[in-house]
């Protein structure tokens, strides 16, 4: 266990954070459309065990009690994400009340509770009748997403101050339309790069919906990576480039820096050729100013080149960049199998200033946590020491990157609960109150007290 706790400046806050269809469950009640999650999810041989987010962990009926839990924790700020199809339930025209009105009193509960709720409106349950008409892949999902969110913000702005367009966009864009291990389970090339475009020009225009309805902190969340050549070899060192675009680049030159990446012609070769999806003025609408940017990070990755996996460029999918994935060496994995490697956390924050320098918007890090192999022990509670050191440490790494001039505002540990993890379903458990699936029995961990601690010594 962890004694010596990490220092942050006073008004930093900490929170902790969830998604709505990793733990809300109720997803035929109260008039929710179908989300491409549900789909997917319910698609035999998609997910492991073939679970689905149908009950989760039961929070749509069980948040008070949620709500107490981050209570009792103490946290300054709780993120959680809207379902766009409890709102609008085909993604478009008319709003569904009793879907608004239940994140009406999530956010009352949370406001009562002294708690500043911060709603993430993507955290990828698509309405799946938008998708039937494209997804992503076309411009209208981009213009639908900003016509929800302008509802969303009419209904919650006056109590809810801050705001998150996209959760991941890498996800949604790459692992949903180009790995095809996230809905809608696509495999494609050049579908997944206008995705990708569609997903930061509906940032931009949500950005514009969330201003009009005098939204007060709107910014966006990415995953960012720390991507590693495997050796020093210009070979090696190209394929990180590659991978750096593939997965942060492609984000944060059109955020930050008004551009697309330089190096995208040497990661996405011929598939760029069909770039009709991009039009004049989309660049100004992706880079209007943030008031923060979200980052989720949780390891590092290291690549070496390779060859393309598919020869052929009309059949290659766009994650095949030419590179290949490597183990980290020896240092301690989680249950994910991620290394633990707590300075990428710092290198890659100081990175990120050393390249955008007064660009880069004030930081609040949205996600960060790890997966462990928990049990409730004899005694009732969960032990789950490795979990503990790995936010200890990388809330001092946090802190190591704020000491060296990053403007960091916030961390919130992903997650709150144990939840539905995607394509992993429930075996894999991130949070730091337990869940028992078969009673909804919620049990803090180890690592919530310890977290609560934490907090505890930043309000004296
Ligand atoms: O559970 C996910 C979350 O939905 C998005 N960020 C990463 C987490 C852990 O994989």
């Known amino acids: 266990m962890r004694d010596l706790l990490p220092s942050f400046p006073s008004g930093f806050v900490f929170g902790a954070a969830t998604a709505s269809y990793q733990i809300e469950g109720a997803v035929a009640e109260d008039g929710r459309g179908r989300s491409i999650w549900d789909t997917y999810s319910h698609t ?25 839990l981050l209570r009792g924790l103490g946290v300054g700020s709780y993120r959680f994400s809207l379902a766009w199809p409890r709102i609008q339930p085909t993604g478009q025209g008319p709003v569904n009340p009793k879907g608004l009105d239940f994140y009406s009193r999530l956010v009352d509960e949370l406001l009562e509770a002294g708690i500043e709720p911060a709603a993430t409106l993507y955290h990828w349950d698509l309405p799946q009748a938008l998708e039937d008409r494209g997804g992503w892949r076309v411009r209208d999902t981009a213009e639908r997403f900003a016509e929800y969110a302008a509802i969303a913000a009419d209904h919650l702005a006056d109590r809810v101050p801050r705001w998150i367009t996209l959760n991941e966009p890498w996800c949604s864009a790459f692992l949903g339309y180009s790995v095809g291990r996230h809905a809608p389970g696509a495999k494609e090339g050049s579908g997944a790069l206008a995705a990708a475009h569609h997903l930061l020009v509906g940032h931009g225009l949500a950005m514009r919906a969330l201003r009009a309805a005098g939204v007060r902190e709107a910014g966006i969340t990415l995953n960012l990576d720390r991507n590693l050549p495997a ?28 551009r697309y990446p330089v190096t995208e012609a040497d990661t996405w070769g011929e598939l760029l050729t069909h770039q009709d999806f991009r039009r004049d003025g989309d660049l100004e609408l992706i880079a209007q100013p943030m008031d923060f940017l979200g980052i989720n990070y949780y390891r590092p990755i290291v690549v070496a080149d390779a060859p393309y996996r598919e020869s052929d460029p009309a059949q290659r999918v766009a994650t095949d960049n030419r590179y290949t994935e490597q183990p980290y060496g020896d240092v301690r994995r989680t249950a994910m199998n991620w290394p633990v490697v707590p300075e990428t956390f ?36 969960v032990h789950d020491a490795d979990r503990v050191t790995y936010l200890h440490d990388h809330l001092t790494a946090l802190r190591a990157a704020m000491d060296a001039g990053v403007d960091v505002r916030g961390y919130y540990v992903w997650s709150l609960l144990d939840n539905f993890e995607w394509a992993l379903g429930y075996a894999k458990r991130f949070g730091i109150v337990h869940v028992d699936y078969a009673t909804q029995q919620r049990t803090p961990k180890d690592s919530y007290h310890w977290y609560g601690r934490l907090i505890a010594a930043h309000q004296r």
Do not use: F, M
């Not at 050796?231 to 008004?258: F, I, K, M």
């Not at 924050?349 to 320098?357: A, D, H, N, P, R």
């Open 231 to 258: 050796t020093h070899s210009p070979a090696d060192r190209a394929a990180a480039d590659r991978a750096d675009t593939q997965h942060n680049l492609v984000w944060t030159e059109p955020l930050l820096a008004g």
């Open 44 to 68: 035999p041989g998609r997910t492991d065990g073939g679970d689905t987010g149908d009950v989760a962990c039961d929070h749509y009926h069980r948040y008070p009690e949620d709500v107490a």
């Open 346 to 381: 710092t290198d890659l924050l100081t990175s990120l200033k050393e390249t955008y320098g007064d660009a880069l918007p004030p930081v609040h890090i949205t996600e960060n946590g790890s997966a462990e192999h928990d049990e409730i022990a004899a005694d009732g509670a």
